[in-house]
């Protein structure tokens, strides 16, 4: 019975394992799932709706095969949309019956269409156009583009894998803006093709196989103890009576007595002939704790080397199968962490940039200014910088090519970006400010800078920057992820209008004291204002040593310049505000018969290229500032946060 029970285990065992296997291969379902995007009419660009890639559940696979260097991105949808206005693209979207649609839209369309009222971000793109010229031309390249929130390629084939584009977003393919956009297009969604069943299947099958192993091997010694069918013996001897040895002649005693000594030991008949195997001999004439075995190998350990290749193939079958062949069973989720509230304000826009897209964009920016200054190209400085920042390379630029020894300006910082600040709008021009620091040079300080995007083709230059001071503490703003607003130059909600600012203040450095808008302006504000007045006092001082006090007159204004104010909102309804001053000096001679000579000014004669003037020269330095602005009512003051001085301009006076 033994055998038939192991052979009804070994039938089990290969149905439950071969059952298992089948599972992980025949029966095996596909990994994914992929649809193709039929291109019908070519054009430089393809569009690809988010909700493309969001068709079926699960990360998303890009698959694009092509010639060349295939580009891709992905960024808000209005965005692209006003990016692509100037040039023939392909839409791709999701038809009302689920099927992909493709539509081939011209350039002039798009044009009448962002030109629409009902789209604002077009709008933006519209009244942007009309301020910065006309859009660009057809076959624009997308590398380099600030707009994509991320980019990618490659050559030949272009894979992104683990996409999920959040609903609003869109991909963008193409070449280089000119060519044809590749049209063998793939996406691909994983499919759930695990098996929880087949590796306990193969277990199960495995722990049959090892009973039927036992099963077979206690078959076996059973029938070798039992030793087959036995014969009758032989019926009962007559009863024999013992032979008195004594009675015997002498000679038929000595042979049975030999006889006797002579016959071997035999077993009791209680003792099994197993028991015989596991005799011990012992010989007494030597030690009797020195004992020979003479065993037979201990069938136990036969036994247990037969269950090893059992053993051995359900460990194999177990280690052989993945996470995908077991049941799994839900983790705890984990209890969600407090968190702040933010409660976005109605119809509130989209941020400007990310804060993974604000460092990006800086790290090129800071990259491009380094690359300008290292070779002086003011054409290269002006694709990342304007207004007041380019005005003051363009003066470090002409004083270096003609000074050797003039310190190249320090790199902008990207290291540490603290504080991401952007305009929340779908329109344009954008504006973003950054804080951001250099973690292996303690000595260079943080640097505070707004940077602004005209329209949609071109990239984010800085307007203003400085360097903020240890002492000034930054006010609250709101996350990189909710935005903020611009404040309007003439904002009645703050202690002063932001166009106001600068003028205040520069009348709090020519009066002093007697400025009426003296306590407005924190410590910070009115130590710089004092540094500002020691330094005239000390162009003052320095003709008067020179004995030309009499003959020679100073004169200083501090003004605004014609750039607008940048202001942004913070969350204690204040605003940041970054202004630019001019400071002018003007030294004249007192008499027709007074020059004005250089002397060792070395920047003057460079700027000039002259030693001396009869009419006088001006100087003029540049201030970038930025205040903290508290809103209307408040008590606090109006804290300096950074200031950044440089020398704009030496002219003669003719």
């Not at 969350?571 to 060792?600: H, K, M, N, Q, Y």
Request: hydrophobic share 40%.
């Amino acid at each position: 019975m033994r055998f038939v029970w192991a052979v009804v285990a070994f039938v089990l065992a290969a149905v439950l394992i071969g059952a298992g296997i089948a599972q992980r291969t025949i029966f095996m379902g596909p990994s994914s799932q992929q649809t193709q995007v039929a291109i019908d009419e070519p054009a430089p660009f393809v569009l690809m709706d988010g909700e493309v890639l969001r068709t079926n559940p699960g990360a998303q696979t890009l698959i694009v095969r092509g010639e060349g260097e295939i580009f891709g991105s992905y960024g808000r949808t209005p965005d692209m949309e006003a990016w692509l206005a100037v040039s023939d693209y392909n839409h791709v979207t999701v038809g009302k019956d689920g099927d992909l649609e493709v539509e081939h839209v011209e350039a002039s369309e798009a044009e009448d269409e962002s030109t629409g009222g009902d789209d604002p971000a077009a709008e933006g793109a519209e009244g942007d156009a009309g301020a910065e010229g006309d859009p660009p031309a057809a076959g624009q390249d997308p590398r380099g583009s600030d707009l994509w929130l991320d980019s990618f390629g490659d050559e030949d084939r272009l894979i992104a894998d683990n996409m999920q584009l959040p609903e609003g977003t869109s991909l963008l393919i193409a070449y280089d803006g000119t060519a044809d956009a590749p049209d063998d297009i793939v996406v691909s969604w994983p499919l759930d093709n695990s098996t929880p069943w087949a590796g306990p299947l193969m277990v199960a099958g495995g722990i049959l196989l090892l009973v039927g192993l036992i099963l077979y091997v206690l078959g076996i010694r059973h029938q070798r103890r039992g030793r087959g069918p036995r014969r009758k013996g032989p019926g009962p001897l007559p009863a024999t009576e013992p032979i008195d040895v004594a009675v015997l002649p002498p000679a038929e005693r000595a042979a049975i007595e030999e006889t006797e000594s002579s016959a071997p030991v035999t077993a009791p008949a209680d003792v099994s002939e197993g028991e015989i195997e596991e005799a011990e001999i012992v010989d007494e004439s030597k030690d009797p704790d020195a004992k020979t075995s003479m065993r037979a190998a201990p069938r136990a350990r036969r036994r247990r080397l037969l269950a090893l290749p059992a053993l051995g193939l359900t460990a194999l079958l177990a280690a052989g199968c993945s996470a995908d062949s077991w049941p799994q069973f839900g983790d705890a989720t984990p209890s969600p962490s407090p968190s702040p509230t933010v409660i976005a304000p109605e119809n509130q826009k989209p941020p400007a940039v990310t804060d993974a897209q604000a460092k990006r964009i800086l790290q090129t920016l800071s990259e491009t200014v380094v690359e300008a200054d290292a070779a002086l190209d003011l054409d290269l400085a002006s694709t990342r910088l304007e207004g007041p920042a380019l005005a003051a390379r363009t003066t470090e630029y002409a004083l270096r090519s003609k000074i050797t020894d003039t310190p190249v300006p320090p790199a902008i910082p990207t290291d540490d970006v603290e504080v991401v600040l952007p305009e929340a709008t779908d329109q344009w021009p954008r504006t973003v400010l950054l804080l951001s620091k250099n973690t292996g040079d303690e000595t260079v300080p943080p640097v505070l800078l707004t940077m602004t995007q005209a329209d949609p083709w071109s990239n984010y230059k800085v307007t203003n920057m400085a360097e903020m001071s240890a002492d000034a503490a930054f006010p609250e703003v709101a996350a990189p992820w909710l935005g903020t607003s611009l404040v309007p130059s003439d904002s009645a909600f703050l202690t002063l209008p932001p166009a106001d600012l600068a003028a205040t203040f520069a009348d709090v450095v020519d009066e002093g004291e007697k400025s009426e808008s003296y306590d407005l302006f924190d410590d910070l504000a009115l130590n710089l204002a004092k540094s500002i007045t020691d330094s005239r006092q000390a162009v003052v001082q320095g003709l008067a040593d020179k004995g030309a006090a009499e003959t020679t007159a100073a004169a200083f204004d501090m003004a605004p310049t014609a750039d607008a104010p940048v202001s942004m909102t913070t969350l204690d309804s204040g605003a940041i505000v970054a202004v630019a001053l001019t400071d002018t000096e003007t030294v004249t001679p007192t008499s027709g018969d007074v020059v004005i000579r250089f002397g060792d000014n070395a920047q003057a004669k460079a700027l000039t290229d002259a030693t001396e003037s009869a009419k006088g020269v001006e100087t003029t330095y540049e201030f970038q500032l930025f205040f903290s602005v508290p809103a209307k009512g408040s008590t606090e003051q109006i804290r300096l946060l950074a200031v950044h001085q440089d020398l704009l301009s030496v002219k003669v006076i003719k």
